[in-house]
C-alpha cells in the first residue's frame, strides 16, 4: 500500500468553528508534513513530524495545531481560521531520510479548505 | 539555503513534441533535485529525482532530466508530448540529511495541444 489518504475531501468552515483534517498512511513511514498549497502556487511546508515528534513548524499560526496520535496518522485541528486561510491542505509521508540520503515523500490526494 | 527557479509559468506544446521545462538551482551544497506532476485537484506524484548519482535520470511516464552542475541547471525533458502530460510541473531542492525539507519552484503550467 502506497497511499496517503486524507478525510475530508472538502471542507467549508466559518470563521468561529472548530474542524480537523486527517491523513493516514501505512507505508510504515516515520516522518509526515503538512503542506499548504494556494492556487496557482507552490506547496508551502507547514510543519515536519518525525517519530512522531514535531521537529520542524515554519512559524504557522497557532489558529493551526498539528498533533501526530501514532506513526500512522496526522491530524491538522484548525481554530478560528481567517478566509484567507483558505487553502488545498497537503499531507505527505516519507521514510527518514537522516544522514545517508533522501527518501520520496509520497503525497496525499489534499483537503480542499474554504473559510468563509 | 536552497532555491530554484523555473523559468515560465506556462508552456504550450504540441502533441507529439518534444517537452523542454526549465528550472535552475541554488544551492550552497551539493543538492537533492526533483521534479513532480500535479494534475488538477489532486496531490503531488515524483517524476524523478537526483541525489548526486548519474547526471541523467529517467523517471515515470518517459520523463528525464539532466543535472548539469555547470549550468546549475536541472532541466524536464520528454520526446513527444502526449495529451495526459497536462499538469503543473514543479521543480524542487532540497539539502543532503535533515528533516527532508523540500522548497519548491513556482511551478510550470504544461498544456498540450491536439
Known amino acids: 500500500d502506497t497511499e496517503v489518504t486524507q478525510t475530508p475531501k472538502h471542507l467549508v468552515m466559518g470563521m468561529t468553528n472548530k474542524k480537523s483534517l486527517k491523513c493516514e498512511q501505512h507505508m510504515g513511514h516515520r516522518a509526515m508534513y503538512w503542506y499548504k498549497q494556494k492556487a496557482k502556487k507552490p506547496p508551502e511546508l507547514m510543519f515536519v513530524?518525525?517519530?512522531?515528534?514535531?521537529?520542524i513548524n515554519e512559524s504557522v499560526p497557532s489558529r493551526f495545531s498539528p498533533e501526530c496520535p501514532n506513526s500512522s496518522l496526522l491530524n491538522l485541528h484548525l481554530h478560528a481560521l481567517q478566509p484567507e486561510d483558505s487553502a488545498l491542505y497537503l499531507c505527505a509521508s516519507s521514510q527518514e531520510g537522516g544522514l545517508a540520503g533522501f527518501n520520496e515523500q509520497f503525497f496525499g490526494p489534499g483537503t480542499r479548505l474554504t473559510v468563509l | 539555503a536552497q532555491s530554484v527557479t523555473q523559468l515560465g509559468s506556462h508552456v504550450s506544446v504540441s502533441e507529439g513534441a518534444l517537452v523542454l521545462l526549465r528550472c535552475n538551482y541554488s544551492?550552497?551544497?551539493?543538492?537533492?533535485l526533483f521534479w513532480y506532476v500535479q494534475y488538477p485537484n489532486q496531490g503531488l506524484q515524483l517524476l524523478l529525482k537526483?541525489?548526486?548519482?548519474?547526471?541523467l535520470v529517467k523517471g515515470i511516464n518517459g520523463f528525464e532530466a539532466e543535472f548539469k552542475k555547470s549550468e546549475t541547471s536541472f532541466h524536464l525533458t520528454k520526446p513527444s508530448a502526449h495529451m495526459s502530460d497536462a499538469a503543473e510541473y514543479f521543480c524542487a531542492v532540497s539539502a543532503p540529511g535533515g528533516y527532508q525539507k523540500v522548497t519548491f519552484g513556482t511551478g510550470t503550467k504544461l498544456q498540450v495541444i491536439p
Open positions: 537526483y541525489t548526486s548519482a548519474a547526471t
Open positions: 544551492s550552497s551544497v551539493p543538492p537533492y
Open positions: 513530524y518525525s517519530y512522531e515528534k514535531l521537529s
